[in-house]
């Protein structure tokens, strides 16, 4: 009955402001996550930071010269000046030797710069609309109204909608431009067309997050969705749903206590979910990469091992000494090793002595197999001499696939001996 009680509460009247700014936040975060990951795919993460900073201009001229605080206004005025913005890194960057780290950088800090001056003379002007508009600088969600979430909803859907409608030519010019325009597309156009998608999601982000903090939330949804998957259309979702989440627990916690600003608790959970992300991803997080190294490793170990017994046991066709064993190899953790095949039942041990199964040799038979391919590989298409292949082999031998390896029989002719005159055997 209580939590009957307080979800009916949170439905209320009273809770109508709550509502309405959680749905602002949570729109406005989904569209900066969905149009962020192809910043961060172009590896333009500082690209978010100079529109954030070089709407600043916009919003105030827009002001300037209407004298209402509108959110369509703003969101004109703020988008032109970023457009100018990117307009001029991409001119400057074409026309100068100057790097593009110190490209941005000074525009950040010139919009940025005359923006502040602008918002100055506004505050000192007397005029009474002016109150609120530093709120800008760090945001403030609470001042959304119906109406603007309505506008910002129209722009999340056209976005959405955009995003979907042109995800293969923006996927490709971020990571092969050359390819992109080699295969007819018009890459000038989609890299302006992907700026005013960014340059608008900005403009209306600034409003629940402000102008410092709009960067976060462009670039990091997508840089915790890049650790959940390689698929492109999976990470837009992710990042737009994180992000969007996020948004909406944000207003919430900063809705629980006074001095509790929306923006950065915003950027708060969001980074929290990136770093859950960072951690803990299914194929590429932390967790999951040490495990994965973990297992080549063992893998590595468990073959190098086999490798021996087969060799020192003549093919497995007779028992050998473990103390022999010990002799041929430097692994640290041979005797962890050799429990361990034991365990999976591909050697025995008995009184000292090594014995070799039958599928024990066969997975030594592999590895010894790739290793002689490969050393023929690089002899006959490196032409790397006889004493220059071992170590090279030695190492990929691990990791041939089955598929490369038919491939690498074909290729060769089935050879039947390495460079080295030693046998492959098959």
Known sequence: MIFLQSISTLF???????WVVAAGAGIICFAAGTVGTFSYLRKRALLGDVISHAVLPGVVISFMLTGVKDSLYFLTGATISGLISIAIVDYVQSKSKLKPDTILAL?????????????????????????GLDSFLFGKAASMSL??????????????????????PFSLISFDEEYAKGIGFN?????????????????IGIQSVGIVLMAALLITPAS????????????????????????????????????????????????????????????????ARMQTRKSNQIKINNENILKIVYKTSKEGTISVPIQDIFKESSDKSIRLTLKRLEKNNIISRVKGMIFLHENGKIAAREVIRKHRLWE?????????????LHD????????ITPEIEKHLITLLDRPEKDPHQSEIPY
């Open 12 to 18: 209320s009247n009273d809770y109508y402001t709550f």
């Open 107 to 131: 525009t950040l800090s010139v919009f940025f710069g005359v923006g502040i001056v602008l918002l100055t003379k506004i505050q000192h002007s007397g005029n009474g609309a002016q109150s």
């Open 147 to 168: 109406h603007d979430v309505t506008l910002f909803s129209i722009i999340a859907i056209i976005n959405t909608i955009c995003i979907v409608l042109f995800i293969r």
């Open 187 to 203: 890459v000038k156009f989609i890299k302006y067309f992907l700026a005013m998608l960014t340059v608008i999601t900005v403009s």
């Open 224 to 287: 915790g969705a890049r650790f959940l998957t390689n698929a492109i259309p999976k990470m837009i979702f992710y990042a737009g749903f994180f992000a969007c989440i996020s948004g909406i627990i944000g207003v919430f916690i900063s809705s629980t206590g006074t001095s509790m600003p929306t923006g950065p608790w915003i950027v708060v959970v969001l980074s929290s979910f990136t770093l859950l992300a960072i951690f803990f991803g299914k194929e590429k997080g932390i967790f």
């Open 376 to 388: 023929i590989y690089l002899s006959k298409y490196f032409q790397l001499e006889a004493d220059h």
């Open 392 to 399: 090279d082999a030695e190492g990929i031998e691990h990791i």
